[in-house]
């Protein structure tokens, strides 16, 4: 098989650099490992920043048209006192939420939407196992399909196989590591219909918990410390059942649903990034070339903003042939600077937040002076809520459109 561009992962950065390529008539195909996009840890938020990009794309209406919850105002309780982290009602925005939807519901939009385009082919059951090479220059993937391997030839090789990248390790990029103080613990609880709650955070001496109102469930996200997972699971699942249902008194009558630790997922948190995102023949975005922390919620957001840019780039000189390196390495320049800064105030929060929270003792915890500040003057709140919500520098659609 014989392509130009050949995608290596379905999710956001993966299926969005499809549809963009697809769209300007670039012969591609996406690889997706599994037989569908159900992943249940995978990341729901749905920035405006995203938002805007599906408006550009004319498939807005189609995208909000799915089942989702809309978030303005970001709300926490910090010990005994209430916090207002962020009002996205304040961004002079078209799309001022951020929306909740499953994120295997935006995938599939995606992949639906796409199929118009005679260029684009989606290959699910379909997994990379191994470079294709021609001296230094990586000419395509080794694949195991449900008929067997096969070799995919490309002009260009785009590995978005998320923060575990098989084909970063195979290419041989290093990665930077910034390091994060913890891990998160995901798990489901029922919701009764009218119970409705603002929280989005509550911190507690030594405890940190994130809760998502999804319509007819709760999304829940235990934060522990930094590789203590077993510790926490050697304390029983009642234990940590307790501790959550005293930190949000409305989650008690949904916790029956939790009814061993196979219902509860280890999110493994790490921040990193690639120092350098290329060989000839081979580009990283996304998770594959920086992960991010869970923080804001932001890095479905920052994997389409690297999709897009990369279609911008390059998908007219796609027409031609495989970019040169520095050509590929455009994007990079082009998308560091958020990923970093973004990476920058994600250690912040967790420095200034997590580490405060999840630091062991019973003393009374009072929110961080700026979470103080931000809380009591309305127009801090809109400066937050820009960096959550829209972020550093945000991309828009110019790549070209196949009459």
Not at 64 to 83: A, I, N, S, W, Y
Not at 201 to 207: I, T
Request: glycine share 10%; net charge neutral.
């Amino acid at each position: 098989m014989k392509v130009r561009c050949c995608i290596v992962g379905g999710g956001p950065a993966g299926m969005m650099l499809g549809y963009l390529l697809g769209r300007a008539g670039i012969d591609v195909v996406v690889l997706e490992k599994h037989a569908d996009f159900f992943r249940d840890f995978r990341g729901d938020t749905v920035h405006p920043s995203t938002l805007q990009v599906m408006d550009e794309l004319g498939l807005i209406d189609g995208v909000l048209k799915l089942p989702h919850q809309r978030l303005q105002r970001m709300e926490g309780k910090f010990g005994d006192e209430t916090v207002r982290i962020a009002d996205l009602s304040r961004l002079s925005v078209k799309y001022p939420f951020i929306a909740f939807m499953p994120q295997w519901d935006f995938l599939n939009f995606l992949r639906e939407a796409g199929k118009r385009f005679i260029s684009l082919k989606v290959m699910m059951s379909t997994e990379a196992i191994d470079l294709l090479r021609d001296g230094e220059r990586v000419t395509g993937v080794k694949a195991r399909t449900p008929d067997g391997v096969i070799d995919i030839e490309a002009d260009l090789t785009i590995a978005c196989d998320g923060r575990h990248s098989l084909v970063r390790e195979r290419a041989g990029l290093a990665i930077e590591e910034i390091g994060a103080p913890m891990d998160v613990l995901w798990f489901r609880a029922g919701k009764r219909a009218g119970d409705n709650e603002s929280l989005f955070a509550r911190v507690d001496p030594g405890k940190m918990m994130v809760t998502f109102d999804r319509g007819d469930y709760w999304q829940c996200a235990f934060v522990i410390p930094k590789g203590e997972y077993e510790a926490v699971k050697a304390r029983g699942l009642p234990a940590l059942l307790e501790d959550v249902g005293r930190m949000a008194p409305i989650l008690k009558p949904g916790l029956s649903e939790v009814k061993s630790w196979d219902d509860v997922k280890l999110l493994t948190v790490a921040i990193n990034r690639l120092k350098r995102w290329t060989l000839p023949g081979l580009l990283c975005i996304g998770d594959a070339a920086h992960a991010m922390s869970p923080m804001g919620g932001v890095g479905v957001n920052l994997a389409v903003q690297d999709a897009v840019a990369t279609a911008n780039l390059l998908a007219a000189k796609l027409e031609h042939g495989c970019p040169s390196e520095d050509e590929l390495d455009a994007v990079r320049r082009r998308r560091e600077f958020p990923v970093k800064m973004t990476q920058r105030m994600q250690v912040i929060a967790q420095d200034t937040i997590v580490s405060a929270a999840l630091r062991p003792g019973n003393q009374p915890l009072r929110p961080p002076l700026v979470m103080r500040l931000v809380t009591a003057i309305p127009w801090l709140q809109g400066i937050t809520a820009r960096f959550v919500g829209v972020g550093v520098r945000p991309e828009h659609v110019q790549s070209p459109i196949q009459p």
